[in-house]
C-alpha cells in the first residue's frame, strides 16, 4: 500500500506540473491546471501525501526543474506569483483534512472552497509584496485583488467542479485498489 501510495505522490507532483502547462495567458499571471490537480491531490491522497505530491513539485522547480509556468530555479522566489506555488501545498494538506475521503459532492465542494481560500490568503499577499516592495510597480490592494484574484475565480469554480466530479469516480477505484480508505 505504501508503495501505491508514493507512486500516486509522485503522479500528482507530475500532473501539477504539467498543469503548469496548460495554460491560458494573461497579463498578472496565466490561469492553469494546477490548482485542479492539487485539489484532487488532497482529495484523493490525503492529507499528508497530497501536501507531500505539491511539496515535491515545488521543491523539483526550486532545485531547477523548469516546471513552473516561467521556469525553475531558486530566483523563482522573487517572481510574483510564486506565493501561489508555495500555497499549493497547504491548500492540498486543507483540502485532503476537509474532504476526508468523502465522496459527497457538497463535502468535496467546500473543501476546495477552503483550498481556495488558502491559496488566496498566502499568494495574494506574496504577490503584493513583490509588486510593490522588490519590482515597485506600485500596485494598489485593490487592483492586486482584481488582476490576482477575481479573474481567476470562474476559472477556480470550473476547477473545483471538475474535481467533485472526477473524485467522485476516482475515490471509489483507488479504495478498490487498496490505495486510499474511502469513507462514504
Do not use: D, H
Request: glycine letters at 12%; proline letters at 6%; a positive charge.
Amino acid at each position: 500500500m505504501k508503495t501505491k501510495t508514493l507512486l500516486l505522490t509522485a503522479l500528482f507532483a507530475a500532473l501539477t506540473a504539467v498543469g503548469a502547462f496548460l495554460k491560458i495567458p494573461l497579463p498578472v499571471a496565466p490561469i492553469t491546471l494546477q490548482f485542479l490537480f492539487t485539489v484532487l491531490a488532497g482529495i484523493l491522497l490525503g492529507p499528508k501525501y497530497g501536501a507531500l505530491s505539491q511539496l515535491v513539485y515545488v521543491a523539483l522547480g526550486l532545485f531547477g526543474l523548469p516546471i513552473f509556468t516561467q521556469g525553475g530555479g531558486i530566483s523563482y522566489v522573487l517572481i510574483p506569483t510564486f506565493g501561489f506555488l508555495l500555497a499549493l501545498i497547504p491548500c492540498a494538506w486543507i483540502v485532503g483534512i476537509l474532504s476526508g475521503g468523502c465522496v459527497k459532492g457538497a463535502r468535496i465542494w467546500l473543501a476546495c472552497l477552503a483550498g481556495t481560500a488558502v491559496l488566496y490568503l498566502i499568494g495574494l499577499p506574496y504577490l503584493y509584496l513583490i509588486l510593490n516592495v522588490y519590482l515597485g510597480k506600485g500596485m494598489g490592494i485593490w487592483a492586486v485583488i482584481k488582476s490576482g484574484m477575481l479573474i481567476f475565480l470562474p476559472g477556480e469554480a470550473l476547477k473545483i467542479t471538475a474535481a467533485v466530479l472526477l473524485s467522485k469516480k476516482l475515490l471509489p477505484a483507488l479504495k478498490n485498489l487498496s490505495i486510499i480508505p474511502c469513507k462514504s
